[in-house]
């Protein structure tokens, strides 16, 4: 069996290594391995989402990244220091609390926390900026290294990966794939999967296949190194701003992202304005700090927040994207759903290309 | 003995001697060495290291600099400190 994968990103390769014992699988890159959003992400991984789904997911991801980086004998640097969220009014607070209230009940561990606990969590921490928030299960992923490692186990299972490698068609006779062209040449395939992230909707259209999900743009910028002071991953729910620090002691922080028609990474100085206003009324002693780099990236959600994980009406092409922004927390996951589908035809009705 | 230790980058102090190693793991294009070794992402952003970078590169691989090419140059140019930036108008 042939397997042609379009896309380098966690998804493709999460795919890529859980099919590798199984098949012949050639993984398409049209740039490098970590070009896309697997690169370009801030690496905030936890189990405290909003659906059943998502959070089953997110939990198997985390023992699979636990598992997978002795199993390819790289370090992932996943640091498990725990998950904040807080919100800044009532309404935001309320949500996070009906979240909460799932999340026990499917064994997440987490707990409610008031302004005066998250300011002895998080050194400098602005209680008054804040109503409340939620501390649990969770922590910061090196991205990375995570695609290296990943990269690696697949070669070392006979994947080969062709970066700098266009996929201009796919070939589809019949309704049913027979392979796809790349840099002008054929690869005869069985399955043809598109991992292709925030581009996935256009990869979909080479096969005939509609597909419509969200591409959302977020930026991202990196302060200058401090010892490590922030244990864990914050994020804002009612301004979108989340900051961590890396193994390196760089802060790392972005807002969340919105709709854009097409993808495109340019940054702009109105994201470093925001990002200053908001960090800084949350953690007032980081205003000395200053920006080194900053960029932008891009990823897909499938319409309703979940993914498109499954085969579409075009026998062999199968859909595994639209993770929209947790694609380093259950990316591993989706990967194995993704060999479940081709190897034992499974089909996921939550994530169902068929669903919409 | 230091004698060998040629250091190329100082905001990640890196050798010359890791950056051939990286370079012979594999990653043997500007952004993936970059990303790899973590040269051109510290302090000076590049200004410092991307030059020596290029050479090895280009020795390495008999790649000429055009060729190989330099990595994304990302805003700022020089560090800002937050404060300033908070003094800016929101769109």
């Known amino acids: ?356 | 003995m230091v004698k060998d230790r040629k250091i190329v980058c100082r905001c990640e102090d890196l050798t010359e001697e890791e950056i051939i190693h990286a370079i012979e793991e594999g990653y043997d294009d500007i952004e993936s060495l970059k990303r790899y070794t973590g040269a051109t992402t510290g302090f000076c952003q590049g200004k410092g290291c991307l030059m020596h970078i290029l050479r090895i590169l280009a020795q390495k691989t008999g790649k000429s600099v055009d060729e190989i090419g330099i990595t994304t140059q990302r805003p700022p140019v020089n560090p800002v400190p937050l404060y300033i930036l908070m003094e800016g108008e929101e769109e």
């Open chain 1, 1 to 356: 069996m042939k397997i042609a994968i379009i896309g380098s990103g966690i998804v493709g390769l999460s795919a890529a290594y859980n099919l590798a014992n199984s098949a012949e699988v050639i993984v398409f890159e049209r740039r490098y391995p970590l070009y896309g959003s697997s690169g370009r992400n801030s690496g905030g991984i936890t189990p405290m989402l909003g659906s059943k789904e998502l959070i089953e997911l997110a939990k198997k991801s985390i023992r699979i990244y636990d598992s997978v980086q002795g199993e390819v004998n790289f370090n992932f640097l996943l640091r498990k220091d725990g998950y904040l969220k807080v919100a800044k009014n009532d309404a935001d607070l309320d949500e996070l609390e009906k979240e909460y209230h799932l999340q026990k009940s499917m064994g997440v561990k987490v707990r409610e926390v008031d302004p005066y606990e998250i300011k002895n969590m998080v050194q400098g921490f602005n209680p008054k900026s804040v109503e409340g928030g939620f501390f649990g299960e969770g922590g910061v992923i090196f991205p990375w290294p995570v695609i290296w490692g990943y990269e690696k186990g697949c070669k070392e299972r006979g994947v080969e990966i062709k970066p700098m490698t266009q996929v201009s068609e796919v070939v589809v006779e019949g309704g049913e794939v027979k392979g796809l062209k790349a840099n002008g040449e054929f690869y005869k395939a069985d399955f043809v999967v598109n991992a292709a992230g925030a581009w996935s909707n256009e990869i979909s259209k080479l096969a005939g296949v509609e597909l419509n999900n969200t591409i959302i743009k977020e930026e991202i910028c990196v302060l200058e190194s401090l010892k490590p002071f922030i244990d864990p991953y914050i994020l804002n729910v009612s301004n979108g701003v989340y900051l961590s620090q890396s193994a390196r002691g760089e802060v790392v922080g972005g807002i969340l992202g919105k709709e854009v028609s097409n993808p495109e990474t340019s940054s702009s100085l109105d994201f470093l304005i925001k990002y200053a206003k908001r960090a800084v009324e949350m953690i007032p002693s980081l205003k000395g700090l200053s920006v080194l780099r900053q960029w932008a990236g891009v990823y897909d959600s499938g319409k309703d927040g979940l993914p498109v994980i499954g085969e579409t009406n075009v026998k062999g092409f199968i859909q595994a994207n639209g993770l929209g922004k947790y694609g380093m927390t259950i990316g591993p996951a989706a990967g194995e759903l993704v060999a479940e589908v081709i190897l034992k035809g499974k089909t996921y009705d939550k994530f169902s290309p068929e669903r919409f």
